[in-house]
């Protein structure tokens, strides 16, 4: 799974571009698949981080990930019926996931974290 985890391109001055998310996925018939995820209130939604760091300390060391812009996230899941950004949960458990969530830096969703 090495491609998922490859950060994107340089731009010309060296730096990747500061408008990309960390976006966890997950291996599918050699594709990498969005993962989505409930709100505290049910609520379907993708997940996001600023910094691979935050993703992992939420997901654990070995999640897969691809760097995406939020628009490039939202076109590949408004068509699945999900129109919510979670960006920097601190808590994020895959729906009908039966074990205990991976606590990160506190124990919920960062206060204005969701975006629409």
């Known amino acids: ?7 994107a391109d340089p731009t ?4 990747p571009p500061a408008d990309l998310l960390y976006v966890p996925v997950r291996s599918h018939r050699r ?3 969005t993962c989505f995820f409930r709100t505290p ?3 379907r939604t993708a997940v996001a981080f600023t910094s691979c760091a935050r993703l992992l300390a939420a997901l654990g060391q070995d ?3 691809v760097r995406l812009s939020v628009t490039a996230l939202r076109a590949l899941t408004a ?7 979670t960006v920097d949960p601190q808590v994020a458990v895959r729906p009908g996931a ?5 606590a990160g830096p506190g124990t919920g969703l ?5 975006a629409n």
């Open 31 to 33: 594709c990498c698949v």
């Open 1 to 7: 799974m090495a491609d998922a985890r490859r950060d």
């Open 12 to 15: 010309p001055g060296g730096h």
């Open 110 to 114: 960062l206060p204005g974290a969701r």
């Open 98 to 102: 039966s074990r205990t969530p991976r």
């Open 63 to 65: 999640h897969p990930w």
């Open 41 to 43: 209130g049910g609520r």
């Open 79 to 85: 068509p699945l019926g999900c129109t919510t950004i």
